[in-house]
């Protein structure tokens, strides 16, 4: 019943605005009131441009004549809360009738922030990667090389990557390696150890490394070996 509906738009946990054919709101829900900080009454009669950031409103705008040709549109920009805040919102929207579009608002600025916050968090690290002077290995828990910064001397990172980084080291080593990670996955924290290992040109070196779990969620999916190239420090000993 039409009473019903009006319950689930007055109770919807996503701010829902209705509008007529010119933008102008004519009935909003509590939820949009708290979302844009205005009160119910001084929402009605406001135009859908009075909430969109200046920056924003062209892609309002078109967002709205989609809208208006195409019954349904959907998107994503900023608008200004009553206090001045600019924050981000999602629009799905449908068109009731030629003079009657309804739209359902979701405020994802604190998602928006903590996407950005990830995206300059992993810019920073692949900086630090990728310039580090030391071999910086990410691998699968099996040891499985996923991505490196760059080789020892004698392999090509086409080669090594899709390999297990236990498979170049010597018996010995390998059950070093294999104890460390154990370690790692039993407590949670770094682990270090030091080898020597042979290169492919006959020579050998001497590594000090660091294994650090790489966690999701609290759950460790990768691992990170961070290895040094210590021989010539060790020779001189």
Known sequence: SEQRLQGYVMNAPYGVFIADENGKYLEVNPKAAEITGYSISELVGMYIPDLIYHEDVEIGQRHFKRLQSETMSRGEFRYIRKNGDVRHWFVSAVRLSEKRFLGFVDDIHERKQAERALRESRNKFQTLFENSPDVITVTDLETRVIDMNRTAPGYTKEKVVGTRYLDYLQDENRELLENT?????????????????????????????????????????????????????????
């Open 181 to 237: 990670v154990n370690q790692v996955m039993a407590t949670g924290l770094p682990q270090q150890y030091e080898l020597e290992v042979s290169n492919p040109d006959g020579s050998s070196s001497i590594w000090f490394s660091r294994v650090s779990p790489m966690r999701v969620d609290n759950e460790i999916i990768q691992l990170v070996i961070n290895s040094t190239d210590v021989t010539a420090s060790r020779v001189n000993e």
